[in-house]
């Protein structure tokens, strides 16, 4: 339902809004309408080619780099860089301009991916490659971690930055999210003070900076951008988070419960603040566990595949139940909830 400035004065002159509630929410609005929207994808066959392509483009020139691509020398590398992401850039905003916003994003985001790209030709170029080790070609950027990526890094989150200042495209956010947890591998050895860390220390780095990612996607769920941006922050803030607890080896029976009960939590986040991604890392994470008793720890009972059928039985019962009440439930979860939850629910 849409209502336009004429009603809402209408209801200011009926006294439903005060004089001076109305002025801030018509300001608001003309905020919002000058901003522009942000482009939604929905999964439809024009969306899964725009992605689809983007992908593959992002892939030619980042991923799949061969040693013969970094053979160009770093000046042709640079060159070829800029030119992908001026092109890109400028069809990008083309399209965007005529209200095409998640392919001209699409576009948009692919410029910004050229960054680390054009970086290390500039490194190869004024030989400023392997000051901190030989790590090898651009290709090995999503293979190797080490501390000559760090200037790639910057390049790209700085590149990113800049263009969500003038595009809110939540696809940018996972270029800089990735780019991040790269970040964070790598300046591992500084903060443990270490020429070279093992397993152990880089999953602590990698739960650490996954906590760190979900309070910054929080904060952004708070803010006007709201949470087209906060989708990809929680998606690598969980991946990080969730993956280096579920990597933990050793851990004891009591260590493993504790982590069910942590994806028991993770799923009522999900309801709380209605995000799906805590849901479906919480709903495999139990099952990890449900796998371990099965596997482990019951492993010769013959009751526990029915008792697990009977507690499956109960969750759907418990599921009907919340279906018919839903609607009163979303009432008394919205009022008793706090203020600052309240604004990071949709």
Known sequence: MSYSERDLRAAAGAGVIAPDELQ????????????????????????????????????????FSTVAFSQMGGRALTACALAYAAAFGFAGNHLWRRDL???????????????PLAVYGLQEEFGWWGKF????????????????????????????????????VPFIVAIISVALWFMSMD????????????????????????????????????????????????????????????????ATELGKAIYCLMNVGLLLIAVIIVRRAYAVFGAIGITMYLGHLADVVFKDSLLFPFALSLIGVAVVAAGLAYHRKQQVIAEWVTTSLPTSVQRLRP
């Open 187 to 250: 300046l591992s050895p500084w903060i443990f003070n270490l020429g070279h860390i093992d397993w152990e220390m880089r999953r602590i780095v990698s739960i650490w900076f996954g906590l760190g990612m979900l309070v910054l996607a929080w904060i952004v769920d708070t803010t006007r951008a709201r949470r087209d941006l906060g989708f990809w922050l929680h998606l690598f803030g969980l991946l990080a988070f969730w993956g280096g607890i579920s990597a933990t080896e050793g």
């Open 101 to 115: 916003r998640v392919p001209g994003g699409l576009l948009i985001a692919i410029a910004v991916s050229m960054a």
């Open 133 to 168: 080790g030989k790590p090898g070609t651009v290709q090995d950027f999503y293979v190797w971690i080490k501390g000559s990526w760090l200037f790639m890094e910057i390049a790209t989150i700085a590149a990113g930055s800049i263009a969500l200042r003038f595009y809110r």
């Open 24 to 63: 801030r929410l018509l300001t608001y609005l003309e905020q919002q309408a000058k901003a522009g929207p942000t482009p939604r994808a929905t999964f439809d066959a024009a969306h899964l080619l725009w992605y689809a392509g983007a992908l593959i483009v992002i892939g030619a020139m980042g991923l």
